[in-house]
């Protein structure tokens, strides 16, 4: 069982940086592939990121490659979201999620969900 919470949202301007954290409890969190996605209301919930359980593979949706930075600490059970560049379309609910494969892109494919922490852009 891996329960997480996600922190760090908040409102920016267009142009600005946030660091999102996602702390994990549980002793098999570095054993799990991490992700996050993004929720805009009105729409799905979609895939932004995923880091396997080393931290040494990472996969990036299109439209944050180079903006966007997924790393994790495996000794303090935590995931962060490094968001640079952030435009208004940005704005969404964040969530951090667990899964046992490797690059997951689904969000039927991950096991354990935060509860999301807000990011809004203003422009």
């Known amino acids: 069982q891996v329960q997480l919470v996600e922190s760090g949202g908040g409102l920016v301007q267009a142009g600005g940086s946030l660091r999102l954290s996602c702390a994990a409890s549980g002793r098999t969190f570095s054993s799990y592939t991490m992700g996050w996605f993004h929720q805009a209301p009105g729409k799905e919930r979609e895939f932004v990121v995923t880091?396997?359980?080393?931290?040494?593979?990472?996969y990036y949706a299109d439209d944050v490659k180079g903006r966007f930075t997924i790393s994790r600490d495996n000794a303090k059970n935590t995931v962060y979201l490094q968001m640079n560049s952030l435009k208004p379309e940005d704005t969404a609910g964040y969530y951090c999620?667990?899964?046992?494969?490797?690059?997951?892109?689904?969000?039927?494919?991950?096991?354990?969900w935060g509860q999301g922490t807000q990011v809004t852009v203003s422009s």
């Open positions: 880091i396997s359980w080393s931290g040494g593979d990472t």
């Open positions: 999620a667990a899964s046992p494969l490797r690059r997951p892109r689904r969000s039927t494919e991950y096991r354990y």
